[in-house]
């Protein structure tokens, strides 16, 4: 099946410095990449919705320039959250479809994000 | 807005047990798939049933749909301790717009 991985697994950072999360498949090519947050014991909400080559699309109420997107090639989406602080601490998980079955989604292992 | 409701939201079994864990949906449906996630991982696609399909199985899995009740129930037949883990449906729109939009979830634990 096809591989998504997500780096890092955990990070703990100070109030107000920015944080980079990586999203990769490895085995096939992803135009398309989402981007989800998940709070404890909560359901995934879509963050944004990451397009190679072009500008991630964001959810209503997701602030753009606190949660940058950047998709710079066919395999590789990078979230980062600018100036983080407590309530930016959640669970962060990309995804991705393949181009064979666009209906199913692989996903990254999550990021665990503590902001102190 | 939520799309995908599971209940129950917890459910604990003994191990050999079967679990049922339901999904309602509000719109309109291309498909409705069902996902699981280990405590603090990614989630892992289980099983899609597409919007003309009543049944499917997957091994220990079978899913039912019933678009005139905007449902699905989801069946773990023979439960097993590593059964033990979050299950989401999550439901994929018609038209053009690819993005799924998932339930709650709900908690399965199984005693050994």
């Known amino acids: 099946g096809a591989v998504v991985s997500q780096h890092p697994s955990r990070v703990i950072c100070k109030s107000g410095t920015s944080v980079k999360i990586e999203c990769r498949s490895l085995?096939?090519?992803?135009?398309?990449m989402f981007w989800y947050r998940q709070f404890p014991k909560k359901s995934l909400m879509l963050m944004a919705t990451?397009?190679?080559?072009?500008?991630?699309?964001?959810e209503q109420g997701v602030e753009k320039d606190k949660f940058l997107i950047n998709h710079a090639s066919l395999t590789l989406s990078t979230l980062t959250v600018t100036s983080a602080h407590p309530e930016d601490s959640s669970f962060y998980i990309c995804?991705?479809?393949?181009?064979?079955?666009?209906?199913?989604?692989?996903f990254g292992s999550g990021t665990q994000l503590s902001v102190l | 807005s939520q799309q995908g409701e599971e209940d129950p939201q917890a459910l604990s079994i003994q191990e050999g047990e079967n679990a049922t864990m339901n999904c309602s949906y509000k719109?309109?449906?291309?498909?409705l798939q069902w996902y699981r996630q280990n405590s603090g991982r990614g989630l892992v696609h289980l099983i899609l049933?597409?919007?003309?399909?009543r049944e499917k199985h997957s091994g220990r899995l079978r899913v039912t749909l019933d678009t005139s009740k905007k449902s699905s129930s989801l069946l773990i037949t023979a439960s097993r301790a590593a059964d033990t883990a979050s299950y989401f449906c999550?439901?994929?729109?018609?038209?053009?717009?690819?993005?799924?939009?998932f339930g709650k979830g709900i908690t399965l634990s199984v005693r050994p």
């Open positions: 995804s991705a479809h393949t181009g064979v079955d666009n209906e199913k989604l692989f």
């Open positions: 719109t309109s449906i291309n498909n």
């Open positions: 999550a439901t994929g729109p018609t038209g053009a717009n690819s993005k799924l939009t």
């Open positions: 085995d096939f090519q992803a135009t398309t």
């Open positions: 990451s397009n190679e080559g072009s500008k991630a699309t964001y």
């Open positions: 049933i597409r919007s003309n399909e």
